[in-house]
DNA sequence: TCTTGTTTAGAGTACT
DNA sequence: AGTACTCTAAACAAGA
């Protein structure tokens, strides 16, 4: 069995959908939205696998984004020239993959009707609409003593200070974070791994805040191909990773908590291929669920209208 | 013309 | 087994 490491899975499909891989791309990027072409670029820049029959998977990308509704198309303004849209993840899409399975969702997020009206239809209204509302969050309020409007200093110029819908509480008094912030993507156990350091980066970047190169450099070791933390923010630049990160990264030390207990922390596909070789040291995690997301759960959307509370997350704990 | 976006359809696969 | 989800293909329209 071919081992992770050198060049192991570079051609290799990724154990991702393209769902998952457009979430990333869009959680990914500073403004947590994305034209097509970006999402296109980010796929290809971290997956060799797609940069061969493009014309293929593209169309499939394609067709998840106008068939989801986790997916939302934001107008460009006028003054911002280019093709095509925004698209950005439905605030409240939540946990999709928190079975840990990046290849298949729990459940599909669907909108209601009345909703799909102000989301699809005219989604930076309903952008505007939860942003007025919910000006902050948990994860704003843990650092209160932040100035929230000192966002990333959009790096494109091309938008207003859209911070995407990670610090959007919208349905989620507990605090919003989304599938692919990279909480949820490398674990759950915030005490263990805060620890560690690690999400640190993480809540820093969903605040808006430069993070320091040593810091950000600790998780782009561990998710390189998705480079949450790139050089647009201040990071380390992001090699093109030929490997994927979950298998093969070395970060031993950062998936363990204090009493040794190894943290779920990497997605794991259903059906692994063979070469997708579990990491040493985390052995048992590559099958069954891993909920490696949250101990939440997706809601259905009666449930949201019937007010049974935070439907994907308990208040984050930052202490 | 090319890119983007929408829609329909069918096959394969995982989940319940 | 039935259902749900993903992937692929294809046709078509609209806009840059």
Redesign the pocket.
Known sequence: MPRPGKNSYSDQ?PP????SLTAMAIQNSAEKML???DI?KFIMDRFPYYRE?T??????L???????DCFI?IPRRPDQ???????ALHPDCGD?FE?G?F??????FKVLRAEHMAC?SSPMMHYLHHHHHHPGSKLGTASAHHDHSAGPASTVGRLPPFQGYGGITCAQPGGFKHPFAIENIIGRDYKGVMASGFPLTSVMHHLGYPVPPQLSSVVNSMWPHVGMLSESMGGVPMPASSEYAPFSVTAKGLYHSANGQTLPAVPVP??PTPSLAPVPGLTGLQSGPAHLCSPGSVMEKSDLLEGKGNPLHPPLLLS
Do not use: A, E, T, V
């Open positions: 499909k991702y959908s393209y769902i034209p097509l072409s296109y029959n014309q293929r998977w593209q169309n499939s394609r067709h998840n984004l106008s068939f989801n198309k020239p280019g093709k095509g849209s925004f698209w999709m079975n399975s290849l298949r969702r729990r459940k599909r699809k259903i059906k």
